[in-house]
């Protein structure tokens, strides 16, 4: 389906993103937010196994003020 090829191309993304905030010294970098169509719960769960697979820490953050949104923070040593 259409979402889950935007899914996996923004999984990705993400990929790209960390191999260049690793490079920059970074040592993490967080994802869309809730807010974003593609990005269900069910996706950021999926997102969260998929880098806690790969040894990278996962931990959902989220913001109470006005519309509830979530997102997460991918870190790395």
Request: hydrophobic share 35%.
């Amino acid at each position: 389906s259409m979402l889950r090829l935007v899914q996996y191309a923004y999984i990705q993304e993400l990929i790209d993103s960390i191999k260049t905030g690793a490079r920059k010294g970074k040592q993490s970098i967080i994802t869309v937010d809730t807010c974003y169509d593609f990005f269900t719960y069910e996706f950021m769960e999926e997102v969260k196994e998929y880098f806690e697979n790969r040894g990278f820490t996962v931990k959902e953050e989220y913001n109470r003020t006005g519309v509830l949104k979530s997102w997460l923070k991918i870190s790395w040593e």
